[in-house]
């Protein structure tokens, strides 16, 4: 049973009622990428596994409040690190985001759960990038499998942020790349944007850019 809080707040923000998309629907935060694998977009009612070892994550992340802003989506932050900061001029636009700020494992995988469990947030954003590899064979396999299936029958698009590749039930996960120094930081975030990559290393094999030869190749 999820807290009387939560329920609360979901029908305060009008999101109960909120339609999920078709199985297979996408959500593309930046259509006009050059990268095809951003345009592609991330599924719903799975989960998606970014590893993200540099500053990549965040500008995906306020791409992603960007869209969320333009789009009326709403979307949860579970800030694992404790690091977002929403007056950054990365971070976007905020006004459908509720940040759950953690500092704990036990407190993630707990806001994680009651997040995934509720259904209300159509995208869920999950930072364990701060985790230790220790911290995450901590994590019992049957959490991730348990994320797994509330995202298939919530119809959640769950994103994972991790420092390395790890979760087994992920449907899909890429590695973030980008060239960016510390001058390029300076730049508008649009500018920024465009030098985000991202590697494909699981694919779940739907609406994939390029040739049926470069996705087996990539699911390899």
Same mark, same amino acid.
């Given at each position: 049973?999820?807290?009387?809080?939560? +329920?609360?707040?979901?029908?305060?923000?009008?999101?109960?009622?909120?339609? &999920?998309?078709p199985r297979g629907k996408r959500l593309s935060f930046l259509e006009e990428s050059p990268d095809p694998w951003l345009r592609r977009g991330v599924l719903s009612h799975a989960l998606t596994e970014?590893?993200?070892? %540099?500053?990549?994550?965040?500008?995906?992340?306020?791409?992603?409040?960007?869209?969320? @802003?333009? /789009?009326?989506?709403?979307?949860?932050? +579970?800030? !694992?690190?404790?690091?977002?900061?929403?007056?950054? %001029?990365?971070?976007?636009? /905020?006004?459908?985001?509720?940040? +759950? &700020?953690?500092?704990?494992?036990?407190?993630?995988?707990?806001?994680?759960? =009651? =997040?995934?469990?509720?259904? *209300?947030?159509? $995208? +869920?954003?999950?930072?364990?990038?701060?985790?230790?590899?220790?911290?995450?064979?901590?994590?019992?396999?049957? /959490?991730?499998?348990?994320?797994?299936? =509330?995202?298939?029958?919530? %119809?959640?698009?769950?994103?994972?942020? /991790?420092?390395?590749?790890?979760?087994?039930?992920? &449907?899909?996960?890429?590695?973030?790349?980008? *060239? $960016?120094? $510390?001058?390029?930081?300076?730049?508008?975030?649009?500018?920024?944007?465009?030098?985000?990559?991202?590697?494909?290393?699981?694919?779940? %094999?739907?609406? *994939?850019? !390029?040739?049926?030869?470069?996705?087996?190749? @990539?699911?390899?």
């Amino acid at each position: 049973m999820l807290p009387p809080q939560l +329920v609360q707040l979901s029908s305060r923000l009008g999101l109960l009622d909120i339609p &999920r998309g078709p199985r297979g629907k996408r959500l593309s935060f930046l259509e006009e990428s050059p990268d095809p694998w951003l345009r592609r977009g991330v599924l719903s009612h799975a989960l998606t596994e970014l590893a993200a070892p %540099g500053p990549g994550a965040g500008l995906l992340l306020s791409a992603a409040l960007c869209f969320c @802003a333009r /789009t009326s989506l709403p979307a949860a932050l +579970v800030d !694992g690190a404790d690091s977002f900061d929403p007056k950054s %001029g990365l971070a976007g636009p /905020t006004p459908s985001l509720l940040w +759950v &700020r953690c500092r704990l494992l036990r407190e993630i995988l707990r806001a994680a759960d =009651l =997040l995934l469990r509720d259904g *209300s947030f159509p $995208l +869920v954003w999950i930072d364990l990038s701060r985790l230790s590899p220790s911290e995450l064979r901590r994590i019992p396999s049957t /959490t991730w499998h348990r994320f797994g299936r =509330l995202v298939e029958r919530k %119809g959640t698009a769950a994103l994972l942020i /991790t420092p390395l590749p790890w979760i087994p039930e992920a &449907r899909e996960r890429y590695r973030i790349e980008s *060239s $960016l120094s $510390l001058d390029r930081l300076e730049e508008p975030r649009e500018a920024l944007w465009q030098r985000l990559r991202l590697a494909p290393l699981r694919l779940s %094999g739907s609406g *994939s850019p !390029g040739s049926p030869a470069r996705l087996a190749a @990539a699911a390899g």
